[in-house]
């Protein structure tokens, strides 16, 4: 059963939330956010991705607190850990570390919650898009958030996510 979902734009970018889907079955299930991109993990289990020889070894790089994916991951390849978070880039990605926002217990674009902690978190992750501009931005906490610029799946993410386009 999933739960309840919600939509929005912001400056171009097309927003996506629901508390009953996966970030795993999303990017399985709409594989084009993900390929020819790089991936930025800044969450991974609510904290820091750091990578195994493996990891590091399959091309994957650690700048500081950010783990990023070699371009054009496998979808089934992406680490997930739940409270996790992920932005998304077509070509090199900014080396210094944002704030994460998955952690924040309830954390929701939803302009109606009432919540002035809840606003202010939703105004620096607006601030926050605008200074990075990735392509799209991922998360799963509380709620499953997609967040992307990209046209070409804006209409397979508003069928994923049950909504009108």
């Known amino acids: 059963m999933t739960g309840a979902r919600w939509t929005g734009d912001w400056c171009g970018f097309r927003w996506f939330q629901t508390s009953g889907l996966s970030l795993g079955d999303l990017v399985e299930a709409v594989p084009d956010l993900v390929r020819e991109r790089f991936v930025v993990v800044t969450s991974l289990d609510s904290g820091p991705l750091r990578l195994a020889d493996d990891e590091l070894a399959a091309g994957w790089r650690q700048v500081g607190s950010l783990a990023v994916s070699p371009k054009s991951p496998a979808p089934w390849s992406l680490p997930r850990g739940g409270w996790d978070e992920w932005y998304v880039f077509e ?53 499953l958030i997609c967040v992307t610029r990209q046209e070409t799946v804006a209409t397979t993410l508003a069928r994923y996510f049950a909504v009108d386009s």
């Not at 002035?116 to 709620?143: I, M, T």
């Open 91 to 143: 070509d090199a990605p900014p080396s210094h570390a944002p704030e994460v926002f998955v952690n924040y217990g309830g954390f929701s674009l939803r302009p109606d919650t009432g919540n002035e902690g809840q606003q202010s978190a939703v105004e620096r992750f607006w601030g926050q898009l605008a200074e990075w501009w990735p392509e799209s931005y991922l998360a799963e906490g509380d709620n």
